[in-house]
């Protein structure tokens, strides 16, 4: 498995300002092996990216001797796919149909997309959406958005979110077996199903060969909200079981940290963790 840390864990990731070459030489320094990029309305990498900007950004990557082989979205979050007014779901998908064309140009492999939500814990404003309409609705967005993503040869990946919806191991399999394409995938984070009293190792058994890719976060269970989240090896993430289920599934791609929000010394102290947890 390939060692990564999200570009989101580094200092102005989030709001899409941390230069890239910065961010890859600084991964790279604390000894991962790959940075997960990630796209936005505006910022470093957006929808609005040129091919040559994307060119750019590969190279400044590669130059730090790490890969780059996917892709994050946040976008539905501000913008989502499954909100009760129509005009903001259409937008969601187009932001998201030019999102998959930079990741192509970008030259990777899978992208993270955050189907929509029935709610959404940090976000008061975010009207309830019905539960049978949010899935309706995320169903028909990643059918929309599957048809560029077989074009571009892209991974759509659905994450695992905290988003009041495909919260069984089970809906989200059947979810993603809905479209009979390999490409679309789950991007199961390890640490988000743990907030919803589930243990990881089982979403990775009944996950099987459908996760494209992994997101690793800790979690305290005695929190039991947001503030749960912690650093690697500091909650209760089972990572000898988590580790062995991926090894059955013969999974040996990226394993990215995702550290929010930003802290001094939290990617070095990620990278000296994910050393440990890629040995177990």
């Known amino acids: 498995m390939i060692t990564g840390i999200s570009y989101w864990s580094f200092e102005k990731g989030l709001a899409n300002e941390h230069p890239v070459d910065e961010a890859a030489r600084e991964a790279k320094a604390a000894g991962f092996q790959a940075i997960e990029l990630t796209i936005a309305e505006s910022g470093v990498l957006s929808v609005n990216s040129t091919q040559d900007d994307c060119r750019k950004l590969r ?4 130059s730090a001797g790490i890969r780059l082989e996917t892709v994050a979205s946040g976008m539905a979050w501000g913008c989502s796919p499954t909100h009760i007014d129509p005009a903001v779901r259409q937008r969601s998908l187009a932001l998201h149909d030019a999102a998959l064309q930079r990741v192509a140009w970008l030259g990777c492999q899978s992208m993270l997309f955050v189907p929509g939500a029935v709610s959404i814990p940090w976000d008061p404003s975010y009207p309830f959406v019905p539960y049978e309409s949010a899935i309706r609705w995320a169903r028909e967005a990643v059918a929309s958005l599957v048809k560029t993503a077989e074009r571009l040869k892209v991974e759509l990946c659905v994450e695992n979110v905290w988003n009041g919806m495909l919260y ?3 809906e989200y399999r059947d979810f993603i077996d809905s479209f009979s394409s390999p490409w679309v ?7 988000n199903c743990m907030g919803q009293q589930q243990y990881p190792p089982h979403w990775i058994e009944i996950l099987g060969k459908r996760i494209k890719r992994i997101h690793v976060k800790d979690f305290k269970r005695s929190i039991g909200s947001l503030d749960g989240f912690v650093d690697l090896m500091e909650g209760d993430q089972p990572w000898a079981e988590t580790m062995a289920a ?3 599934i013969g999974y040996d791609k990226t394993l990215i940290a995702e550290m929010i929000p930003f802290a001094p010394g939290r990617v070095q102290k990620t990278g000296k963790a994910m050393q440990k947890i890629i040995q177990m």
Do not use: I, M
């Open 246 to 248: 991926l090894k059955s």
């Open 185 to 191: 995938g789950a991007y199961f984070d390890v640490g």
């Open 168 to 170: 069984s191991p089970t």
């Open 59 to 62: 190279a400044a990557v590669e």
